[in-house]
């Protein structure tokens, strides 16, 4: 299938204002691309691109000030299929993971595993190991966590979210990757495009979303599995854009200076294989 994915982001800047920006596709979907993702930026100033330590894409430049709009308008192809499901997946111990992996197990600055591994053991140190006990962590989670976009706050951790029992996508995300490490699993955040394709309209719309993975001892060795605390449900059409420790490591933007947001468009949608885009120069 095709998925037009697309953005247009603002914002007002006072004096020269250096951003920085997550948005473009991760490298292993890059492949997938019919059409260029490349940011375009009004006005146009110089652009660079560099990977970070964790492997996504990011875009620096230097807005000069006043009003900074970034965009970008492409067609990637996808599956069509759900997230993965393997049931019978293990939990590895933890002598047993790769360097790579281990840091996966460590708290980070919205997932504080010393503030919530009692908790995770009371509430699920009798569960299955391995898929079962990530699915029993995901359900929770959803069930504890009543989304609102009204009470969207950046600063609250995983922690906070157990507590206040609120958030939006990013919430249900650091709560359960939380969570996860506490038992051993280990867990990242992700951050991507998700339309709502295959489901009916949400009334919040979820262009932007977060999810997690989590890595398991599979029918093929060890690998990343997808997990969506938010839904609770296996989707079609995920485009990562990022991966990473916590929404620290993905910010779709970050400023060095006050950047107030003016504008903020996002569509991810399924196009007729016949479909064609026009890309502006």
């Given at each position: 299938?095709?998925?037009?994915?697309?953005?247009?982001?603002?914002?007002?800047?006072?004096?020269?204002?250096?951003?920085?920006?997550?948005?473009?596709?991760?490298?292993?979907?890059?492949?997938?691309?019919?059409?260029?993702?490349?940011?375009?930026?009004?006005?146009?100033?110089?652009?660079?691109?560099?990977?970070?330590?964790?492997?996504?894409?990011?875009?620096?430049?230097?807005?000069?000030?006043?009003?900074?709009?970034?965009?970008?308008?492409?067609?990637?192809?996808?599956?069509?299929?759900?997230d993965a499901y393997e049931p019978t997946a293990q939990q590895f111990a933890?002598?047993?993971?790769?360097?790579?992996?281990?840091?996966?197990?460590?708290?980070?600055?919205?997932?504080?595993?010393?503030?919530?591994?009692?908790?995770?053991?009371?509430?699920?140190?009798?569960?299955?190991?391995?898929?079962?006990?990530?699915?029993?962590?995901?359900?929770?989670?959803?069930?504890?966590?009543?989304?609102?976009?009204?009470?969207?706050?950046?600063?609250r951790s995983a922690f906070d979210g157990y507590n206040q029992q609120v958030?939006?996508?990013?919430?249900?995300?650091?709560?359960?990757?939380?969570?996860?490490?506490?038992?051993?699993?280990?867990?990242?955040?992700?951050?991507?495009?998700?339309?709502?394709?295959?489901?009916?309209?949400?009334?919040?719309?979820?262009?932007?979303?977060?999810?997690?993975?989590?890595?398991?001892?599979?029918?093929?060795?060890?690998?990343?599995?997808?997990?969506?605390?938010?839904?609770?449900?296996?989707?079609?059409?995920?485009?990562?854009?990022?991966?990473g420790r916590d929404a620290t490591d993905v910010a779709i933007s970050t400023?060095?200076?006050?950047?107030?947001?003016?504008?903020?468009?996002?569509?991810?949608?399924?196009?007729?294989?016949?479909?064609?885009?026009?890309?502006?120069?």
């Amino acid at each position: 299938m095709k998925i037009r994915t697309g953005y247009t982001i603002g914002y007002d800047t006072f004096g020269p204002t250096a951003l920085t920006y997550q948005l473009n596709v991760h490298p292993s979907r890059a492949i997938d691309l019919l059409t260029s993702d490349a940011m375009r930026v009004d006005p146009p100033v110089p652009m660079r691109t560099y990977t970070d330590g964790f492997g996504n894409t990011c875009v620096r430049l230097l807005s000069p000030g006043g009003r900074i709009t970034v965009s970008a308008d492409f067609l990637i192809v996808d599956s069509g299929e759900l997230d993965a499901y393997e049931p019978t997946a293990q939990q590895f111990a933890v002598p047993d993971l790769s360097d790579d992996v281990l840091v996966f197990l460590l708290g980070s600055r919205y997932c504080e595993t010393d503030k919530l591994s009692g908790i995770a053991w009371s509430l699920f140190g009798n569960t299955q190991e391995g898929w079962a006990r990530v699915q029993a962590i995901v359900t929770w989670v959803h069930q504890r966590i009543r989304f609102d976009y009204q009470l969207a706050d950046a600063t609250r951790s995983a922690f906070d979210g157990y507590n206040q029992q609120v958030g939006v996508c990013r919430d249900y995300a650091h709560l359960a990757v939380a969570l996860c490490r506490c038992m051993n699993i280990p867990a990242r955040y992700c951050t991507g495009y998700l339309g709502d394709i295959g489901v009916p309209v949400d009334i919040n719309p979820m262009d932007f979303s977060a999810w997690f993975e989590v890595y398991l001892n599979g029918p093929n060795g060890g690998r990343w599995y997808t997990f969506d605390a938010r839904h609770d449900a296996r989707r079609i059409g995920r485009i990562v854009i990022a991966r990473g420790r916590d929404a620290t490591d993905v910010a779709i933007s970050t400023s060095f200076g006050t950047a107030l947001l003016a504008q903020f468009d996002v569509h991810t949608d399924a196009v007729p294989d016949d479909f064609v885009l026009m890309q502006a120069a």
